[in-house]
């Protein structure tokens, strides 16, 4: 059982009491509604969390994938609705809200879920410019992270990378996968990736966290059978660079020692340590690595969430450079974790146009 499938198990029957209670304010605001109704309800989306999931750790199928992706969207929703009615029972013990401004503002939520579904379904290139001593030509790469292939995105979303790289042939040579190509929610089978063959570029992945979560082992076997490059703590050279995937470990996982990662060292070229969360800048900058390429935080991927984030991680999300001239850049990534929703962060691969300094 997986750390992904243990943390559902564990949180549902929170998630349950927070479901009776969340709904029986919204109630109240409306009305009222008898409590065993209430109950019966609550505990309808605590089925919804668990069996689906269930399932599609054997076999995904488009039932249950829905069913997973109906679950992602209204989680989201009950935090938007829980935090409305938080509001309005504050502002009720001042004055008293007239029920059509009630009505007004509980319809708020379904209208933003529109925009933020929408935003999570559309991708986007960014480009930021990077300068560099080493260079001896310019160098265009496409950085993309957290995919999150599994139940709420599935083949369509590789389809829609891939159709999406394919236009950047022309401007890059080489894609980077930053980790969590895969999410944990379904099985991996081995020619899911597929539609990355038709990608005229070499593509390179390094695992990230969730990509344990389904078994790394089925993830590593899908991408080698879409011609994809796997970095699991080795290096790769290309043109001007040499890029270093240092796979996300657990604790039961022993990493490279500080030695053997400076062994992956080329001083002559461009050195890049792809590895999947935007930690330890300053240790890998003064081993000698000149570009840091890191994902996993999905810039908070949404409001409120956004705001957590920023103050959990250093570097949520962008470019940074710091007094060693070297750089980290952290994607907002592709995919969504659990919620395919997206508010104030895009689904993003990013062009990062390398230039001689």
């Excluded at 809200?97 to 933020?116: D, E, F, H, R």
């Excluded at 657990?250 to 992956?264: H, L, N, Q």
Aim: aromatic share 12%; hydrophobic share 45%; charged share 20%.
């Amino acid at each position: 059982m997986s750390f992904r499938t243990r943390r559902v198990l564990f949180s549902t029957p929170f998630y349950v009491v927070f479901q009776f209670f969340l709904l029986k304010y919204i109630f109240l605001l409306i009305g009222g509604i008898n409590d065993a109704l209430l109950v019966i309800l609550a505990v309808l989306f605590g089925l919804l969390r668990v069996i689906p999931m269930i399932f599609e750790a054997k076999k995904s199928r488009k039932i249950t994938r829905f069913l997973q992706t109906l679950d992602g969207v209204w989680m989201w929703a009950s935090l938007m609705f829980f935090i409305e009615v938080i509001i309005i029972y504050l502002i009720g013990v001042f004055v008293e809200i007239p029920k059509l401004l009630i009505y007004i503002l509980l319809a708020i939520v379904p209208v933003l879920g529109i925009y933020n579904y929408y935003k999570a379904h559309k991708l986007v290139v960014n480009e930021r410019v990077l300068k560099l001593d080493k260079l001896t030509q310019d160098i265009d790469i496409v950085q993309l992270s957290d995919v999150h292939f599994g139940a709420v995105r599935h083949k369509e979303l590789i389809k829609q990378i891939a159709d999406k790289l394919k236009e950047l042939e022309d401007a890059c040579e080489l894609v980077i996968i930053s980790g969590d190509l895969a999410d944990g929610s379904s099985v991996v089978e081995s020619h899911d990736f597929d539609a990355f063959k038709e990608v005229n570029m070499p593509i390179i992945f390094t695992p990230g966290n969730h990509d344990f979560y389904p078994g790394v082992g089925s993830v590593i076997d899908a991408c080698k059978n879409a011609g994809i490059i796997v970095l699991d703590n080795d290096k790769f050279e290309f043109k001007d660079l040499n890029i270093y995937g240092l796979t996300y470990s657990f604790g039961d996982i022993e990493m490279p020692t500080a030695d053997e990662i400076r062994d992956s060292l080329n001083p002559d070229l461009v050195n890049i340590v792809n590895y999947h969360v935007p930690y330890r800048w300053d240790e890998f900058s003064s081993l000698g690595f000149d570009i840091q390429l890191s994902g996993h935080t999905h810039g908070g991927q949404f409001y409120p969430a956004i705001f957590l984030t920023e103050l959990m991680f250093k570097y949520n999300e962008g470019l940074f450079k710091n007094d060693l001239d070297k750089y980290l850049h952290v994607t907002t990534g592709v995919g969504s974790m659990d919620t395919p929703m997206r508010w104030g962060t895009d689904s993003e691969l990013v062009i990062l146009k390398l230039r001689k300094n």
